[in-house]
């Protein structure tokens, strides 16, 4: 039994856990996998909240907007900071502000005093936070990692961690929804950032030397953008995450209408439905993890966004609960791929003075791109409602995604030539 268990030990941990051999990631993994448990809670609770205070799909949007926008015009001035200070620094400001702003919306809405302008502000101030967090915490992976070999899987498994969450975080604030309120979800949300911050307390992270000669923040910014838009595969990997964030994720913010009014459920509804695009992201996870080649990377970010745009069709034309979960499995499955493969891609061809700066880019065609696809979601599912919504949204993609492969395939050629 023993000889067992150790054999599957070094099995996983020369697998598909072999980033888990660095201390400083294992400890940041693990409190940052309880927190996004929390995370996930908030953003299906957020959601409902303002449909059952509103019942407009519009605002779903608005929120949406407010609280991505901030990322759009912040990610690169976070990027040039994340190259100039500590990232570790940046991440314990950030994740303790993430924490008072859970407070204040489980504050508001346990009261009872919660209005949608609350609603907004906050959502607003969370973008503002993420815009800084998510950019740091991309480019400070690579300094958790004892071999650089081992990045690719690391990324895998934040990824992994992140839809995890995300499969059990909607169904458990869809159940507490039901039995308090959304506060309650805000509240936990609140607590569970405790645990990202005593790991990055527990980390050995070394003093922070500053480089010489670093370049002022337009000039740095600049740089920044010239270097990845000069090269062709890193520019194709940004428009695929742009193209996730403006039409590919956006039907997330009419989760709720379809959970109502398509499917007639109640929160509970739309908390399987979106744990379902977490099980289904979490498969793509394992596949990610499992892979030692980044060869094809490209190809392989393609193929996903062209297949999940049929998904995401039929997601518009599905009346039932069960043909909706397996369809937001593979919806899941595909976003993920393509997703962390770009991630992939970026962080183990980038120059090292410049990650964080290319990082920013990434979050930047991510988060900057989905407020806009949240407010042509939000005011086209007013107007043609939700179904019609998806159906157009996938065939959108659809186009997209083959502009996409050809771009790839342009990039492959420059670089062979």
């Known amino acids: 039994m023993a000889s067992w268990r150790e054999n599957l030990r070094h099995h996983l941990l020369d697998g598909p856990l072999r980033a888990l051999h660095a201390r ?7 409190g940052q996998s309880v927190s996004l448990v929390g995370s996930w809670m908030t953003r299906v609770a957020m959601g409902w ?3 059952r205070l509103t019942d407009s799909a519009f605002l779903l949007g608005v929120v949406g907007f407010a609280g991505q926008i901030p990322a759009f015009l912040l990610a690169p001035i976070a990027g040039w900071l994340a190259d100039r200070v500590s990232k570790w620094r940046i991440l314990v400001i950030t994740q303790t502000l993430a924490m008072l702003q859970s407070f204040a ?8 005093a919660v209005r949608i302008w609350h609603l907004v502000a906050l959502a607003a101030f969370q973008g503002v936070v ?15 990692v004892d071999r650089r070999e081992d990045l690719p899987n690391a990324i895998a498994l934040n990824s992994m961690s992140f839809n995890a969450a995300r499969m059990v975080g909607p ?11 959304e506060g309650a979800c805000f509240l936990i949300d609140g607590f569970s950032y405790l645990a990202v911050l005593v790991s990055l307390f527990r980390m050995a992270v070394p003093p922070f030397i500053a480089a010489s000669g ?9 740089e920044g953008f010239r270097y990845a838009f000069t090269s062709p595969t890193i520019r194709s990997v940004l428009l695929s995450i742009a193209l996730l964030g403006t039409v590919g994720m956006s039907y997330s913010v009419i989760m709720p209408v379809i959970a109502r009014d398509v499917l007639h459920g109640e929160a509970h509804t739309l908390g399987f439905l979106l744990s379902a695009v ?5 498969a793509g996870g394992v596949y990610l993890a499992s892979s030692r080649s980044i060869h094809r990377l490209g190809r392989r970010i393609s193929v996903a966004a062209f297949a999940a745009s049929f998904w995401l069709a039929g997601l518009g034309l599905s009346r039932t609960i069960w043909l909706s979960l397996a369809l937001m499995f593979l919806i899941g499955l595909c976003f993920m791929i393509q997703m962390a493969s770009g991630n992939t891609f970026i962080q183990t061809t980038v120059a090292d003075d410049k990650r964080g700066r290319v990082m920013s880019l990434y979050t930047m065609a991510f988060m900057g791109s989905a407020p806009l696809g949240s407010l042509i979601t939000g005011q086209l599912a007013d107007r043609l409602g939700a179904p019609v919504t998806c159906v157009l949204g996938g065939a959108t993609y659809l186009v997209f995604s083959l502009l996409l492969a050809r771009e790839f395939q342009r990039g492959r050629a420059s670089q062979t030539g």
């Open 24 to 30: 400083n990631f294992r400890i940041y993994y693990i």
């Open 49 to 51: 909240l303002v449909y």
């Open 105 to 112: 919306l489980a504050a508001l809405t346990l009261s009872g």
């Open 130 to 144: 993420d815009a800084f967090d998510m950019t740091t915490r991309q480019s400070f992976v690579v300094e958790m």
């Open 171 to 181: 169904s458990v604030a869809g159940i507490l929804i039901g039995l308090w309120n």
């Open 214 to 222: 670093a370049p002022s923040l337009w000039r740095g910014m600049g």
């Open 278 to 282: 977490g099980v289904g992201a979490l």
